[in-house]
Nanobody, 124 residues
């Protein structure tokens, strides 16, 4: 079992920055692929970013490339999402996800464990 707790959301003006954190329980955090997803009101959940286990490779959805950075600290059992140059379209509830059997990192259905979400609101 893995429990995930997100933090760091809030209200920010367009062009600003936020850093989301996701703290994970469990002793084998380093074996888990970690992902960030988001869901805006009235929209489906969408993939944002993910970081793999073996080489720490990262992937991003096109709309956040160059603005968001995902990273992990396996000592602190924490994954981060640094969000810069935020836009109103980034407004959503952001969820952290984890699994140790993920092959398609962008698919939410491949992640077994999810946090409760943290709200990010970007004002124009």
């Amino acid at each position: 079992q893995v429990q995930l707790v997100e933090s760091g959301g809030g209200l920010v003006q367009a062009g600003g920055s936020l850093r989301l954190s996701c703290a994970a329980s469990g002793r084998t955090f380093e074996n888990y692929v970690m992902g960030w997803f988001r869901q805006a009101p009235g929209k489906e959940r969408e993939f944002v970013a993910a970081i793999s286990v073996i080489d720490g490779g990262t992937i991003y959805t096109d709309s956040v490339k160059g603005r968001f950075t995902i990273s992990r600290d396996d000592v602190k059992n924490t994954v981060y999402l640094q969000m810069n140059s935020l836009k109103p379209d980034d407004t959503a509830v952001y969820y952290c996800a984890a699994d140790n059997q993920v092959r398609r990192l962008w698919l939410g259905s491949e992640y077994a464990y999810w946090g409760q979400g943290t709200q990010v609101t970007v004002s124009a």
